[in-house]
Nanobody, 126 residues
Framework: QVQLVESGGGLVQSGGSLRLSCAAS????????MAWFRQAPGKQRDLVAF???????NYADSVKGRFIISRDNSNNTMYLQMDDLRPEDTAVYYC????????????????????WGQGTQVTVSS
C-alpha cells in the first residue's frame, strides 16, 4: 500500500517562509522520484519541483531561487523549503511519487504518477 502524507502548510505573510514535508511509505519512497505540485482555486495543478533518487532536482521558473526541494532517505520524507513567499504562491500543495523514473535522469520533464498525497494548504497574505 502506498501512502503519501503532506504536512507543514499554513498561513504566512508575504516574504515569510514555510517548510512542507511529505512522508512516504518506505516501499515507494526508496525507488521513486518525488515531486511537489500545487493547485490554486480555479487553476490546473502545476509542477513546482522534483527530485530523483539520484538527487537531481528541477524547479518551475516561478520558484527558482526561493524554494529548495530535498529528500531524507533515512526517514522516507521529502521536503520543500519555501522562502520569500508571495501571494501568488497560495495554493494546495501536493506530493507525488514516480517509482518508474530512471535514477540517473537529469532532465526537466516530470509526468505525475497516480500516487498522490491529500494536499496541504499554503496561504500567503499580502
Amino acid at each position: 500500500q502506498v501512502q503519501l502524507v503532506e504536512s507543514g502548510g499554513g498561513l504566512v505573510q508575504s516574504g515569510g517562509s514555510l517548510r512542507l514535508s511529505c512522508a512516504a511509505s518506505p516501499n515507494i519512497f526508496s525507488i521513486s522520484a518525488m515531486a511537489w505540485f500545487r493547485q490554486a482555486p480555479g487553476k490546473q495543478r502545476d509542477l513546482v519541483a522534483f527530485i530523483t533518487t539520484g538527487g537531481h532536482t528541477n524547479y518551475a521558473d516561478s520558484v527558482k531561487g526561493r524554494f529548495i526541494i530535498s529528500r531524507d532517505n533515512s526517514n522516507n520524507t521529502m521536503y520543500l523549503q519555501m522562502d520569500d513567499l508571495r501571494p501568488e504562491d497560495t495554493a494546495v500543495y501536493y506530493c507525488n511519487a514516480d517509482p518508474h523514473r530512471n535514477p540517473h535522469y537529469a532532465g526537466t520533464y516530470y509526468a505525475p504518477s497516480d500516487y498522490w498525497g491529500q494536499g496541504t494548504q499554503v496561504t500567503v497574505s499580502s
